[in-house]
């Protein structure tokens, strides 16, 4: 395999690879393996090693238009992934060798869209969770406190000190409760009560602001997105800033691959489409191609009749869509607009027959 065709390696593939690679690395530590098969998987963990070098020489020559923190990311990840194994080889000893390619857990953050989110997301909701993270250490502190203080007595081998008894904190604020360090008192069990009910409310407070940071990440993503399309649209060039942020929030973006059925003739149709790019062909007796900027599916919204006509992808289309209780929403905020699709319709109309 050339370094050239190693490029068009997909994410996915190279995520299999890590995955079969820190499966092999498992298996090796299993104790009564015999030679051979220990052999085959090492042979296994060469053949991947191979690979990734491939991957780091295409990664070091190709030119690419890339954000410089991505490409820096992949860089360090494809180094690493080749040169830990290869160190390992020449200087650790036995059978842990195979473990350093435990390096390729990094791989699958290479190039992974999922991670950058995750990273703005962090970055973005981290006084939030900095300041929920300050409460988890407080609680965790007055917990181990007051359970020194109650149980001492009782168990003092394992809540003699603060720091012991802040194992039983831990385990108990993170509803964990392994049951090693039960409170014998009264008063103990009416604290790890409390301590109990604080973590669920801590981790809940956790998780509300990550759920909330991810989804507007997402929103503010799907918006910029939409956004770059609606502007491709002549159509929508027509609208003020009010009209194009509402419309641009309404219209959702679909792409159908060449030859895929978008509508049927017949069908109720509750939705109508914009095409941002590729053409679609509509199955009239004389069939009708429409292309970049075009819409179709106007007619059944308008009127609320059957689909007048199939139309299907003609090329791979990208195609933005707006459903009827928006179109409403359009034909308020930019009645202009809202007339030429309905002028489109009733030509339309005209040249196709019923039925
Ligand atoms: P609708 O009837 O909802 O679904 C099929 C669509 O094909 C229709 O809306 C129009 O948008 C489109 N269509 C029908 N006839 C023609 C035509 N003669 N020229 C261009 N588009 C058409």
């Given at each position: 395999m050339s370094a050239l065709s190693f490029s068009k390696i997909s994410a996915s593939l190279n995520a299999v690879l890590a995955a079969i690679g820190l499966v092999t690395v498992a298996a090796l530590?299993?104790?009564?393996?015999t030679g051979q098969t220990r052999l085959v998987l090492e042979a296994l963990l060469a053949g991947i090693w191979t690979a990734y070098s491939l991957q780091l020489i295409e990664t070091l020559t190709m030119q690419r238009t890339r954000d410089v923190q991505g490409r820096t990311l992949e860089i360090a990840v494809d180094v690493l992934a080749v040169l830990v194994p290869l160190a390992a080889f020449f200087f650790a000893r036995g059978?842990?060798?195979?473990?350093?390619?435990?390096?390729?857990?990094?791989?699958?953050?290479?190039?992974?869209t999922f991670f950058r989110l995750l990273g703005r997301v962090l970055t973005k909701e981290a006084r939030n969770l900095i300041g929920v993270t300050s409460i988890f250490g407080i609680v965790l502190f007055g917990a181990a406190l007051a359970a020194y203080i109650i149980e001492r007595d009782v168990q003092p081998d394992k809540f003699g000190s603060i720091p012991l008894a802040m194992w039983w904190a831990v385990v108990t604020l993170s509803t964990?409760?392994?049951?090693d360090e039960i409170p014998q008192s009264f008063a103990g069990r009416i604290l790890a009560g409390l301590v109990m009910m604080s973590g669920i409310g801590i981790f809940a407070l956790w998780a509300g602001i990550l759920a909330t940071g991810f989804y507007e990440e997402v929103r503010r993503q799907d918006f910029v997105r939409n956004w770059q399309l609606v502007a491709?649209?002549?159509?929508?060039?027509?609208?003020g800033s009010g009209a194009l942020i509402e419309i641009v929030r309404a219209l959702r973006p679909r792409i159908v691959p060449a030859g895929g059925i978008i509508c049927r003739k017949g069908e109720t149709g509750d939705q109508m489409y914009f095409i941002v790019e590729g053409r679609v062909s509509v199955a009239t007796p004389n069939p009708v191609e429409l292309g970049s900027g075009s819409f179709f599916g106007e007619m059944a919204l308008i009127s609320?009749?059957?689909?007048?006509a199939t139309v299907s992808a003609a090329t791979e289309v990208s195609l933005l869509s707006l459903y009827s209780s928006d179109f409403q929403m359009l034909s308020s905020s930019s009645p202009e607009i809202a007339d030429i699709i309905r002028k489109t319709a009733l030509e339309r109309r005209g040249t196709t027959p019923k039925g």
């Open positions: 530590t299993t104790p009564d393996m059978r842990d060798q195979s473990l350093y390619c435990a390096i390729w857990l990094l791989k699958p953050l290479r190039g992974s964990t409760g392994y049951g491709a649209v002549p159509l929508f060039q027509k609208l609320g009749e059957p689909r007048s």
